[in-house]
């Protein structure tokens, strides 16, 4: 069950980042461009029906844990209890009305709608924070961990889905001035990269009593560490691709694929995540 909720976390954090990510830099990388509307908005479809599929098989996997037995997962009656007596239930009955109605705009003609695609994003990548550590403490101390919790959700979901819309973007560069839309990302890229680090210390911080959890190679500490390491990997390739731009356009297959790579080393540290969500953050004292 455990694995299951492990991938369950992963795919639906994913997809919900990788959304409000392409939406926020659509109009910062592209402007008035139109021809690469069309493909994101089939991707953005799938991508929140994934969403939906993957939150409510999210919520029949933790009823059935809760119950202690699988066949409560697609018990009404436990269902409703989950849903009305838990704070994972009442977060994530918004959660899932949000994601069916974002589901709704896209496939209608509200879809050309981009603030209320956006909105609807925002609030469904907000109303991730307070599931897992987020619903750890009580009072305004939670509070401030949940709003610490969405900045971050916002800086990560901006990067991995800006770096999609990149990776969209590179497949026909003969469309795009390129090296504009490198420089306009990497712009917002040094603001994404302190907001994450920032409310990334800040969670550690919290969560253990101390500013990196021990011991170092076990539990909860090695798949942070291994988060950390991927992360710092994808500043090092975004670093690489920065110092050149100038000459991009000679360079498209290397600049592709390391873009590529960028990309995936963020859904690898996005599967750590989902990982991190189901141990225990050993708090110190």
């Known amino acids: 069950m455990t694995s299951a909720m492990v991938l369950c976390r992963f795919l639906h954090f994913t997809v919900v980042l990788m959304l409000f990510g392409a939406w926020v830099f659509r109009p910062l990388l592209l402007g008035r461009e139109t021809l690469l509307d069309p493909v994101l908005a089939r991707v953005s479809r799938w991508l929140a029906a994934v ?37 994972f239930g009442q977060v994530w009955t918004w959660h899932l009305l949000l994601n069916g109605l974002l589901l709704i705009v896209l496939l209608t003609r509200l879809r050309a709608h981009q603030p209320l695609r956006l909105i609807l994003a925002g609030l469904l990548l907000a109303t991730l924070a307070p599931v897992g550590h987020g619903a750890m403490l009580d009072g305004l101390s939670g509070q401030l961990l949940i709003l610490n919790q969405i900045v971050h959700l916002i800086c990560v979901g901006a990067w991995l889905g800006g770096l999609m819309l990149l990776v969209l973007i590179l497949q026909r560069p003969a469309e795009h001035a390129v090296r504009s839309v490198l420089q306009r990302f990497s712009g917002v890229g040094y603001a994404l990269v302190a907001g994450l680090v920032i409310t990334g210390l800040i969670n550690v911080r919290v969560l253990t009593g101390q500013f990196w959890p021990t011991p170092l190679l076990s539990g909860f500490a090695l798949i942070l560490l291994i988060k950390v390491l991927l992360v710092i990997a994808m500043l090092g390739l975004a670093l690489f691709n920065r110092l050149r731009i100038k000459d991009c356009e000679e360079r498209m297959a290397a600049l592709k694929t390391s873009v590529l790579l960028e990309w995936l080393l963020g859904i690898g540290a996005v599967a750590a995540v989902s990982l991190l969500g189901t141990l225990p953050p050993m708090i110190s004292g």
Do not use: E
């Open 51 to 87: 969403a939906l599929i993957s939150g409510v098989s999210w919520l029949l996997l933790v009823t059935a844990s809760m119950a202690g037995n699988w066949a409560a997962a697609l018990d009404p009656s436990t269902l409703r209890l989950v849903l009305g007596n838990t704070f």
